[in-house]
């Protein structure tokens, strides 16, 4: 699976427990200053005071001026780092788990042992714990549900698909349009025939009037950025040009790469510019093939492959091997990549395997059954014919008697 950035990784790149906690001083005046102490002289606070939200200021108090001091509680601030952390996002790997449970919530259990948000945290622990154990297991979290291994095995191509569609959702709603839509373009290889899919083209009929307006908006833009940028550099003293040139051509070699993977991939959709006017030309043009194209894909109907998919598993799990050889039928007839192929006919060689060694066996075993039968047929029929020459003796005897 692609690595994505989550809501969850972003938090889990920094530790979030806050070093300064705001007490209340109240003042002889009636004053109250939310503040922290900055400094203690024998006479006086230097505090730092919050003016307005996100605003601080430094005032030195006297006290002799303060009547009273209420210490916050540090740990409800932190705490509510800490709420931000459930439920977990979508997609989220095991190794931002354990991220965020070294940089935030550990430590916020290990600075306050005696906080009465104590038992809330271990919560969370917990449940961050135990997503992230079936995780590295090879399970994964979609639609806000946890979906085990084996679970993930018997809908892996709807899964996949889903997988896909929440990376193009994410760079659309980011405004990375042209990188939403490569993996649009790797839902139309590979997952053309699956719901995901079919969500995926509603995506993109609304997204890409955006970007259009987006290339526009860069294409009218374009001759004035190169121009702005050369004067700019004009105006700039030597060591400033050489830096910021520099800086350019950082951005022009990312840039250069980024096209040569796009060409290599053969994707029709480039990267784009600021400064490449031709290069956000050719993508507008295509832009507007797209928008008539992907017009003509909603109306179509489609096969629901995942479906098929999901099937042939189905009756494999329950030994339906014709049923599920007909689901396979269905399954190919979509034309999905060879890897999903691949592993339902290794599913099916081995359900096929199993049933004849099942067959293998019954037929084993009546052969058993038909040799005991017949062994103990053979043994009555002896037992039979001692006992009817047994009788016979007895009647011979009793003849010469008489």
Known sequence: MKKSITTLAVLASTSLI???????????????????????????????????????????????????????????????????????????????????LDNIVNPFIEKYPKSKLLPKAQEIKAELETEMKAIAEGGIKMNGKIISPAERQMDLYNIDASIKYEQMNRLA???????????????????????????????????????KAQLEQMISNADDAVKQRDI?????????????????????????????????????????????KKEMESARRVLVREIGRISELRSEETKDAGAAFHAVMTHLDKNELELAKDSFKDFKRARPPKDYQLILVEKLKSAEETMRQLEEEKRREAEEEARKAEEEARKAAEEAAKAAEKGGKKEGKGKDKK
């Open 18 to 100: 806050s070093s300064m906690h705001a007490d209340v001083f109240v003042l002889k005046d009636g004053t109250k200053l939310e503040a922290d102490i900055i400094s203690e002289k024998s006479d006086s606070y230097v505090l730092s005071v919050e003016v307005v939200k996100g605003i601080r200021d430094e005032r030195t108090v006297k006290k002799s001026d303060i009547s009273d001091i209420i210490q916050s509680d540090p740990s409800i601030q932190d705490f509510e780092e800490l709420k931000k952390l459930t439920p977990t996002p979508d997609l989220v790997e095991a190794d931002d788990y354990q991220r965020v």
């Open 173 to 211: 709603k980011s405004r990375a349009f042209s990188s939403a839509m490569r993996e649009f373009e790797t839902l139309e290889k590979q997952y053309r025939h699956t719901k995901a899919f079919e969500k995926a083209l509603d995506l993109a009929a609304s997204m890409l009037p955006a970007y």
């Open 232 to 276: 700019a550099l004009e105006r700039m003293d030597h060591s400033d040009r050489l830096r910021t040139e520099r800086m350019f051509a950082a951005e022009e070699d990312k840039y250069q790469k980024a096209m040569a993977e796009a060409k290599a991939s053969e994707t029709r959709w480039i990267p784009v510019n600021r400064y490449h």
